[in-house]
């Protein structure tokens, strides 16, 4: 029951909905399910579902991912379409939902930049053999968490990110004309032990902390780099995990996206872009989880009647679909007028890396704002299960475990609330 705030959908936007839903119906969620009872390294086996994911979705004309890097970034339409598509994919199954949206990250960020600088090395090599692919043979990660660095990476305009001690150990020295790369992304990254491309966030100039970092594409098919173990988790256990070690690394520097000059920019347009994906996604997953408790208080009878007739449920039914719109409106709002804003006003204002964007932080609301509510909404869709809710074989014990990991993932929400507060108070006009 979603809807558009200025008017109906469109019929292009209504095919592209329904074509998604399909999608997400018929092939994501099947797919997540028997993911979620799979150890972590039988996820990402050779014969594992996992693949025919990636191939179904890259082999469509339409995936995301491309339709992302070549929209012109002003055609409403075409960011609504993104809207809708993400918002299934979350409805389908979360974590192959951010899983599909990360592999196409680390090119979706590089196209405009390196078109506006010109970078026809990118441009060739990395950028437009991913838009061709249609096999899922091209897969990106973004890789920004350390051993010693969790949330706080994310941190820009606060004070720790600008102070020497809390520099990133990963590491980047220029080399004549290239770059050599050192040290260690943590277990956190989505789709970590499966990329073939990296979106590397990692220090440059640690004199400046957290600030003096730099973000390149980085092929992960070297021999000097390495994998650790997927990692097992309780919840959006279909998302890959895992550790990346560089050892002395070499990139070409056509493949620094910007260095310390532009990496408070950079990293703010990442983060906006991250967290409006993830307010669209867990929107859908709050849906799912409500329409999961409203089928089943239908076809359930108790008290010699339907426990949808029964007024209790009746409460928490409403409760849910009110918080279900709110997420849904909401995320939307800051993914069309604030998440592409951003990222256009960085590019246009490359030169001034300090400028505070008072879209991130309704980036970050949406986040946060989304990700609660699909909590709180799976979490009283098991109270209208009643124990059924508890047994594994139900879907909504999955979008349980799969929404309380996304309270932390892409940023803890109370840190992320830190991060915003800071874009509201220096930007907020009254």
């Known amino acids: 029951m979603a809807f558009k705030l200025e008017g109906p959908e469109t019929e292009e936007e209504q095919q592209v909905r329904q074509e998604t839903h399909r999608f997400a119906k018929d092939v994501l969620r099947p797919a997540s399910l028997k993911l979620d009872k799979l150890d972590p390294q039988s996820v990402i086996a050779k014969d594992s ?40 994919l979350g409805w389908g199954a979360a974590d192959l939902a951010i899983s599909l949206g990360v592999a196409g990250f680390p090119f979706e960020l590089a196209t405009p930049i390196a078109t506006l600088m010109g970078n026809q090395q990118l441009l060739d090599e990395i950028i437009e053999p991913f838009h061709k692919d249609r096999e899922g043979k091209i897969i990106g990660c973004w890789a920004i968490t350390e051993p010693g660095h969790g949330s706080d990476t994310l941190g820009v305009g606060t004070d720790p990110f600008y102070k020497p001690e809390t520099a990133g150990n990963c590491r980047a020295r220029q080399d004549g004309s290239d770059w050599i790369i050192s040290g260690q992304k943590s277990a956190w990254v989505s789709n970590g032990t499966i990329a073939t491309h990296a979106l590397l966030f990692c220090t440059i100039e640690p004199t400046l902390g957290m600030a003096g970092g730099g973000v390149f594409i ?33 990139v070409p520097a056509g493949f620094l996206l910007g260095g310390p000059e532009l990496y408070p920019v950079l990293l703010r347009a990442t983060l906006a872009s991250a967290n409006s994906g993830m307010g669209v996604i ?21 008290g010699g009647k339907t426990i949808a007739d029964h007024q209790m449920i009746q409460g928490k039914l409403f409760d849910m679909f009110k918080m279900v719109q709110m997420a849904n409106i909401y995320s939307k709002q800051a993914f069309l007028n604030n998440a592409i804003n951003a990222a256009t006003d960085i590019l246009n204002n490359l030169a001034d890396p300090t400028a505070h964007l008072p879209a991130l932080a309704h980036c970050i609301a949406s986040k946060v704002t989304s990700t609660q509510i699909a909590y709180e909404v799976s979490h009283n869709s098991i109270q209208v299960f009643g ?44």
């Open 49 to 88: 579902v996992l693949w025919d994911v990636f191939r179904t979705w890259y082999g469509q004309a339409n995936h995301v991912s491309t339709q992302v890097a070549s929209a012109d970034i002003g055609a409403s339409s075409n960011l609504y379409a993104n809207c809708i598509v993400f918002e299934e």
């Open 387 to 430: 124990g059924m809710g508890l047994a594994k074989e139900t879907v909504i014990e999955k979008l349980f475990r799969d929404a309380r990991a996304a309270l932390i993932e892409d940023g803890v929400n109370e840190f992320l609330g830190l991060v915003g507060a800071k874009q509201i108070i220096e930007s907020y006009k009254i």
């Open 282 to 302: 867990f929107s859908g997953l709050a849906r799912a989880a409500f329409e999961e408790a409203l089928d089943y208080s239908r076809n359930r009878v108790q």
């Open 218 to 250: 980085v092929p992960l098919d070297g021999s000097n780099v390495k994998r650790g173990n997927a990692l097992d988790k309780l919840g959006q256990r279909a998302l890959n995990q895992g550790e990346i070690y560089f050892d002395d690394v070499r």
